[in-house]
């Protein structure tokens, strides 16, 4: 059991170590301003421009790092600073959002099969701890545990179907601003290391769903 907290513990330090590092990135390559001044707005209009699409809405969303492509409006939901910067990190971060319409345009195999999967995942993830915890405390109920576990397994599956959708959204990203030659050399390099680091945040959350599921599993098998 202390190996599974260990575990446990070195993933959300690693986790913590790559959010740090990607911040990091973003801040770095914000610096960096485009050469062709164009805003993270203009950016993903004209890459949606290119690819003939033009049913879909960029718009600003508060925050930071909000940035999100919503199927559901077809909307390019870009946080304030990407949506109204002119540098190398608003261009990446916008041109990745863009990546996920031509997904949903094209009918991106992955996409479509992690679409599929969000209202099953929508209710797993909202019972799944509450149904572990509850077999946890109440050990007369034999079935609650497993029940969770299972539950629970359905949003780690969910994060590994996460990671090609974002890998392929992101190289869509960066073969078209390399193709049209929107970015210095300079600036294309930037762009390519900030969305690689945002990437693994991906890979970190995914293993870090699964060394918890791994763990819940352990449990479930000492109790037994």
Request: hydrophobic share 45%; aromatic share 12%.
């Amino acid at each position: 059991m202390m190996l599974g907290y260990i575990i446990f513990g070195l993933i959300l330090l690693f986790g913590w170590m790559v959010q740090s590092r990607l911040k990091n990135k973003i801040k770095k390559y914000s610096k960096l301003r485009l050469q062709n001044g164009l805003s993270g707005k203009e950016i993903a209009e004209k890459m949606l421009s290119d690819h003939e699409i033009y049913d879909v809405q960029v718009i600003s969303t508060p925050g930071r790092l909000t940035d999100h492509y919503n199927p559901k409006d077809k909307t390019v939901n870009l946080s304030e600073t990407v949506y109204n910067e002119r540098n190398a990190s608003a261009a990446a971060i916008a041109a990745h959002e863009v990546g996920h319409a031509i997904q949903h345009a094209t009918a991106y195999s992955w996409l479509e099969f992690r679409s599929s999967l969000v209202p099953m995942v929508g209710i797993s993830s909202k019972l799944s701890m509450w149904i572990i915890l509850a077999g946890l405390f109440f050990q007369t109920s034999p079935i609650l545990l497993p029940l969770g576990i299972i539950l629970f397994a359905a949003t780690v599956f969910f994060s590994f179907v996460t990671l090609p959708v974002e890998y392929d959204a992101s190289n869509r990203a960066l073969v078209w601003l390399e193709n049209k030659n929107m970015l210095t050399q300079e600036e294309q390099v930037g762009a390519k290391d900030a969305l690689k680091w945002a990437a693994r945040t991906y890979i970190v959350a995914a293993i870090g769903s699964l060394a918890t599921l791994l763990y819940y599993i352990m449990i479930y098998m000492g109790r037994d």
